[in-house]
């Protein structure tokens, strides 16, 4: 099995490589700019961090844009954090364009929002671990309980109105979309790579997936 980790230039893709090898020591695993290898692979992982239009800008640079559009239209692909902003219709963040393979905005937190239970002030970007409510089945939650934490870093998040779309929410102010799937992608705006067993269990079951 071939595993490309997309490489724009704008992702902690040796975090992510280094998690997909621990769970498939038998795959073979490349970090790839290279729009060739991305559509050779057999499972592409879309990952990403920073500024949604920096991200754009640098993956156009490489030419990678078809190769990541045909990728998740036919083969198993997990984008992570901004590797999820980036596969919806655009974003508040600089008012950028995404790749509109989903319906639906990437929106920054409310200020307004952005308060706990007891009124206290929350800080934005949202940082640390944080409970995700699976809010539909999926092979990828297969061995993972309902309400297990994950690592988040990030200011903005994914909204959108198809339901059927959403496979996870999580509460930060409000509640709000944090997993998504259709079809042979599903998408994360937490970093599995960082969540420990439940994230490790995440990526083995992506790379087990058979949509």
């Not at 790749?99 to 009124?119: C, I, K, T, W, Y």
């Not at 061995?143 to 994950?150: K, M, T, V």
Request: proline share 6%; charged share 20%; glycine share 10%.
């Amino acid at each position: 099995m071939r595993v490309a980790v997309v490489d724009y230039g704008m992702g902690n893709l040796h975090s992510v490589s280094k998690a997909v090898e621990h769970v498939a020591p038998h795959a073979r695993v490349e970090v790839t700019s290279d729009p060739a290898r991305v559509a050779g692979a057999d499972r592409v992982v879309f990952p990403g961090q920073g500024a949604m239009p920096d991200c754009m800008r640098e993956m156009d640079a490489r030419g990678l844009r078809p190769a990541v559009l045909a990728a998740a239209r036919s083969r198993p692909f997990l984008g992570i954090c901004i590797g999820l902003q980036m596969l919806f219709e655009r974003s508040d963040e600089g008012g950028v364009a995404g790749l509109a393979l989903l319906p639906g905005a990437v929106r920054r937190f409310p200020a307004e929002a952005m308060v706990d239970s007891e009124g206290n002030k929350l800080k934005v970007p949202h940082i640390g671990w944080n409970r995700v409510k699976q809010a539909a089945s999926h092979a990828l939650w297969s061995g993972i309980a309902d309400g297990s934490r994950f690592y988040f870093v990030h200011s903005y998040f994914p909204q959108t109105g198809e339901a059927a779309l959403i496979r996870g929410t999580t509460d930060y102010g409000l509640s709000f979309t944090c997993a998504v799937a259709q079809d042979n992608v599903f998408a994360v705006q937490f970093h599995p790579e960082k969540s420990d067993i439940a994230g490790l269990r995440l990526l083995a079951n992506f790379l087990n997936w058979n949509p």
